[in-house]
């Protein structure tokens, strides 16, 4: 079971100077986060291992991974827990992590510094795990606008390609995770991964920020190659 994160003491104030009071706020809120403080006792580099660890303590989707995928991977937190599960080693590595940000290396993880949209990428990815995945993880977002609207679309279509990526590469039996935001996941999206894994639910878990719109798409138990070309057929014929 996840422990209860633990820490420095919470309430701390940030000294008023030449910072913007949303900023402070901002501050003020990070330094007292008890999953920052944890993150930081644990060796993590955010937050955002807590969320997927919270996720797989649930619903069991590192256990039988042996070659993981992590896209829009900076700054590294989910790429050591799948370094660690994979047994990941530089001689032998298992896990293939990409950003269009700067990564610090990580043992056991191939880092591509590139954008997942480059056409390059998918291949790319493949050659750097080694191998057949068993679980391809996202925490894509794009950079935020400020207009819910606008931002919940172009993170919704950067889920949509990761989706459809992991059904070209994982393994028979494999899981997908992705970042998506309240507001609905668009219903095709939905049909086709339904269509390509036993199970498709929503998940947000506790380490992720109550005020916060995001959630996490799971599909548990990819079908097979099979399923995938009978969902194209279908399209193809509608």
Same mark, same amino acid.
């Given at each position: 079971m996840t422990k209860p994160p633990i820490g420095r003491k919470i309430g701390q104030k940030v000294k008023k100077g030449k910072l913007k009071a949303s900023s402070r706020r901002w501050l003020e809120r990070h330094i007292n986060d008890p999953y920052v403080q944890?993150?930081?006792? %644990?060796?993590?580099?955010?937050?955002?291992?807590?969320?997927?660890l919270e996720i797989d303590e649930k619903h069991n989707i590192?256990?039988?991974?042996?070659? @993981?995928?992590? /896209?829009?991977?900076a700054p590294g937190s989910w790429s050591q827990i799948a370094a660690k599960?994979?047994?990941?080693?530089?001689?032998?590595?298992?896990?293939?992590? @990409?950003?269009?940000?700067? +990564?610090?290396?990580?043992?056991?993880?191939? @880092? /591509?510094?590139?954008?997942?949209?480059?056409?390059?990428a998918p291949?790319?990815? @493949? %050659?750097?795990?080694?191998?057949?995945p068993n679980l391809v993880i996202s925490d894509m977002a794009a950079p935020t606008t400020g207009h819910r609207q606008t931002d919940h679309l172009?993170? +919704?279509?950067?889920? %949509?390609?990761?989706?459809?990526?992991?059904? %070209?590469?994982?393994?028979?039996?494999?899981?997908?995770?992705?970042? *998506?935001?309240?507001?609905? *996941?668009?219903?095709?999206?939905?049909?086709?991964?339904k269509q390509n894994f036993r199970q498709v639910i929503h998940v947000k878990p506790g380490a992720s920020r109550a005020e916060s719109v995001e959630m996490f798409l799971l599909a548990k138990g990819f079908k097979g190659r099979k399923a995938s070309e009978t969902t194209d057929a279908a399209e193809a014929d509608a």
């Open positions: 944890r993150a930081k006792l %644990e060796g993590y580099r955010a937050r955002a291992a807590f969320k997927l590192l256990g039988g991974a042996r070659r @993981i995928i992590d /896209l829009g991977a599960v994979t047994n990941s080693t530089d001689a032998d590595p298992r896990v293939a992590a @990409i950003d269009f940000l700067e +990564m610090d290396p990580l043992p056991g993880v191939r @880092i /591509l510094q590139m954008d997942f949209l480059d056409p390059d291949r790319q990815l @493949i %050659e750097a795990v080694g191998g057949t172009r993170t +919704m279509h950067l889920c %949509e390609v990761a989706a459809y990526f992991a059904v %070209e590469v994982l393994a028979e039996g494999g899981h997908f995770l992705a970042k *998506t935001f309240q507001g609905g *996941t668009e219903r095709d999206l939905l049909n086709m991964l």
